[in-house]
């Protein structure tokens, strides 16, 4: 079953704005985790946070966790017209027949325009 | 040298024929996937092995039948194609300690059955 839900589906900004994604997920779990997926290619990992984290930070990317609300944020701070893809949060249930495995949500596809 | 590396990138083929996609990583995970993303780009889990050992087997047709050689291989047969099997099909790898690590994805492979 789908765990992981992204807000919005599509966004589009311009180069130099800050870009913000959600996802929310529906059961306790050991990290959450972002990926971009550029057109016509495979998945890349960008960020993990563990259920005990509540920030974290890599670059121009800044994720947090919130795990009461059991939701995450992606922003993407200065964006750039490479940073154009399709984002994806990842969750890893702590329990339940999901566990061994990452649960994708349907992403959010950024755009962002020169 | 590529990290996951899946062969063919593009499979046309009829319906009906019986296929085979490749898989293999040099990273000395000791868990990889298939993942199938359909055209609106949803991600799905289909199977898992850890160190050669199916643990994750989806609601998958049993058309469909992974086969790991070995930890760095796992490869993925399918039978009789239908039309609905057209899709991106992801291999990935990660190790599993406490939870999901990050996933490297191969680069996909695009099946188009006609």
């Known amino acids: 079953s789908q765990q992981g839900e992204e807000d919005p589906q599509a966004l589009s900004i311009q180069e130099g704005e800050n870009a913000t994604m959600n996802c929310s997920y529906k059961t306790s779990i050991n990290n959450l985790q972002w990926y971009r997926q550029n057109s016509g290619r495979g998945l890349v990992h960008l960020i993990l946070i563990r259920s005990n984290e509540r920030e974290k930070h890599s ?3 800044r994720v947090t966790l919130d795990t009461s609300k059991k939701s995450s944020s992606l922003l993407i701070t200065a964006s750039r017209a490479a ?24 992403g959010t596809k950024l755009s962002v325009k020169p | 040298d590529t990290a996951v590396s899946q062969t063919p990138k593009y499979l046309v083929t009829q319906m009906g024929n019986d296929k085979s996609i490749k898989c293999e990583q040099n990273l000395g995970h000791d868990t990889m996937y298939w993942y199938k993303q359909d055209s609106k780009k949803f991600l799905k889990i289909m199977f898992s092995y850890n160190n050669k050992e199916l643990i994750i087997n989806e609601t998958v047709p049993n058309r469909f039948s992974p086969k790991s050689p070995d930890k760095a ?3 993925l047969h399918i039978n009789s194609l239908e039309l609905g099997d057209s899709a991106v099909y992801f291999c990935a790898s990660s190790t599993l300690g406490t939870g999901v690590g990050k996933l490297f994805f191969g680069s996909g492979t695009q099946l188009s059955v006609l």
């Open chain 1, 59 to 61: 670059g121009r990317l």
């Open chain 2, 73 to 75: 291989h796992l490869n």
């Open chain 1, 83 to 106: 940073d154009t893809a399709s984002y994806f949060c990842a969750t890893d249930a702590k329990s339940g027949g999901s566990q061994g495995n990452l649960i994708f949500g349907k």
